[in-house]
């Protein structure tokens, strides 16, 4: 029992294992930046008061808050190993995360979520699930596996396993469709809390998702959006990711009282975010820049995301509480000097104490060697001159438009070959359309992520580069590459699923950055994340035309083309 451990320390008859003296720490339960000694013991808070410790740690003039939380996070998105993604966040204080093993999911099913559940074991960040609700997300494509009710149910049972994660297929919710709500009401019974995804819903339809019981929302774009949703009892996860950025028009609701219902999450980061600029410390940094409340910010980082997810001895300096706690040099620029996991010592000066091996028991065959194109050539790009449609990109957004048609690729109007390979079953589909806006002038880029069925997705100019690039992912077991004049100029193999790397966050990042310039070297658009941007060209839950291996989707009439 927790009081055996910690009753004597917090009475003062017996020394602490540590002590942070006279450390400037945040009250979350007042709000308020107090000075006190924390003392720890038995991983948790045992008293802040005065105590002696059998180690003891000046702390005057800095401060102490309790361990970030990622609210929502798709660790596939950073393209790193779950212990690679540990050891990238916890020397900027991330102690825990939520995540939604949605992208791996759609690639490899249950075992999929099993293995990251397995090889998150053991992190110094803790790594919890929701368990992804729409795979596949829409009739109109073909990913790996089909996740159902029982899916649901099965996996409730694991201890790190908080709910349904973001209910991307609202429309099922609006219209009562019965696979939809048995999912939900799932969860709900067995305990567990069901996310939201529902941009720009409103009004009464609103009011029925919310009353659906989906009690959270990582969507809202504008303040008013957020306003309503905080109005009608959803939790706002104000998101900061390296695409999606709400930070700017979200940060007010960190005044007033509305703060206690908002979280911080950064959804979908790559490595060069984590390497560059930080995790969730990052985002509390730039909310206080904006003139955001210190003391809120940090509770929407850290105690509101424990409260929301029922963690109830984590978030909070105080007695009885896990002591995941990070020690700040500077409070307002958010300079992490050290983080301590459980009252140990984890991370100093942005390094960590300990290496983070990877789990062996992870369970990594089931999730290799998941490109099965089968036989492959040019011939099956060739467009035999017929008229297919153009998509056309939007700079900085994920919605497209619809461009007509065209029967060529052609430098002179930028249209390029955009091209969808099913991999998962080698079923031979291969879904073809051309692309305006994305400036390639020679050459391939192709990538095996490509939400949110992860098929192949290659853009170019000619049959016999993109050819090669699907051949090379294939035999590289997934990943991003850059194709010209028959020769690879660059590449990041991502063996796991497809979707990540055996790297850390700065090789990964070295190696993004080589692909991406290749593409650029070709004429890719300086407007444009070429691999980003492609990734999400096959997404057919976003306006207005998407590419599927099924073949172009209008997304607004929710039809082939």
Not at 196 to 213: E, I, K, R, S
Not at 233 to 251: K, P, V
Not at 281 to 289: F, K, Q, S, W
Not at 494 to 504: F, R
Request: include cysteine; charged fraction near 20%; hydrophobic fraction near 45%.
């Amino acid at each position: 029992m927790k009081q055996k451990r910690i009753l004597p320390v917090a009475l003062g008859s017996e020394p602490a294992e540590l002590v942070l003296k006279n450390a400037e720490y945040l009250n979350v339960f007042t709000g308020e930046f107090l000075t006190a000694d924390i003392a720890v013991s038995g991983g948790r808070v045992a008293g802040v008061g005065s105590y002696r410790g059998k180690a003891e740690i000046d702390c005057t003039g800095k401060t102490v808050v309790p361990g970030f939380i990622d609210s929502h996070i798709h660790l596939e998105s950073s393209m790193l190993s779950p212990a690679a993604f540990a050891r990238a966040v916890a020397p900027h204080g991330t102690t825990a995360a939520v995540a939604d093993p949605h992208e791996i999911a759609n690639v490899c099913g249950e075992n999929g979520i099993q293995y990251m559940l397995r090889a998150t074991r053991g992190l110094p960040v803790d790594i919890f699930f929701m368990i992804p609700s729409c795979v596949p997300c829409s009739q109109f494509d073909e990913n790996g596996c089909t996740l159902g009710t029982e899916t649901v149910r099965r996996f409730m049972t694991e201890e790190r396993v908080l709910g349904l994660a973001e209910m991307m297929n609202y429309p099922g919710v609006l219209f009562e469709d019965p696979a939809t709500l048995e999912k939900i009401d799932c969860a709900l019974a067995e305990g567990g809390m069901v996310d939201g995804h529902a941009p720009g819903l409103t009004g009464a339809q609103l009011n029925a998702y919310v009353g659906a019981g989906i009690t959270s929302d990582h969507e809202a774009t504008s303040y008013g959006e957020a306003l309503e949703k905080l109005r009608l009892g959803q939790w706002i996860m104000i998101r900061e990711g390296t695409a999606a950025r709400n930070l700017e028009a979200l940060a007010p609701l960190l005044d007033g009282d509305s703060f206690r219902r908002c979280l911080l999450c950064c959804d979908d980061v790559h490595p060069g975010t984590l390497v560059g600029d930080g995790h969730i410390d990052r985002i509390v940094r730039r909310a206080i820049a904006l003139g955001a409340n210190p003391a809120h910010a940090f509770i929407a980082a850290s105690f509101n995301a424990a409260q929301r997810f029922g963690l109830s001895d984590t978030g909070a300096v105080a007695p009885g509480y896990f002591a995941d706690l990070v020690l700040l040099s500077d409070r307002d620029s958010v300079a992490v000097e050290a983080v301590y996991k459980r009252g140990s010592l984890v991370a100093r000066d942005g390094a960590l104490t300990k290496e983070i091996a990877e789990n062996s028991a992870a369970g990594r065959k089931a999730v290799s060697g998941t490109v099965r194109v089968g036989e492959f050539s040019a011939a099956k790009l060739d467009t035999h001159g017929r008229q297919l449609p153009v998509i056309g990109l939007v700079p900085h957004e994920l919605i497209t438009t619809d461009e007509g048609f065209a029967c060529e690729v052609s430098a002179e109007n930028d249209l390029v070959k955009l091209a969808v390979i099913e991999r998962h079953k080698a079923t031979g589909h291969v879904g073809l359309c051309f692309l305006k806006g994305y400036g390639l002038k020679s050459g391939a880029v192709a990538t095996t992520v490509a939400h949110d069925s992860h098929n192949v997705i290659a853009a170019g100019m000619n049959d016999a580069d993109m050819a090669l690039a699907v051949e090379r992912l294939k035999a590289c077991g997934g990943g991003m590459v850059v194709v010209d004049g028959g020769e690879v100029k660059a590449e990041l193999p991502l063996p796991i699923a497809g979707l990540m790397c055996d790297l850390g966050a700065q090789e990964a990042e070295i190696a993004l950055t080589r692909v991406k310039d290749a593409a650029y070297a070709l004429g890719a658009s300086h407007d444009i994340d070429p691999l980003m941007t492609l990734s999400f060209m096959s997404l057919p839950v976003i306006p207005h035309r998407k590419l599927t291996t099924l073949g172009v989707v209008d997304v607004d009439a929710f039809k082939l083309i």
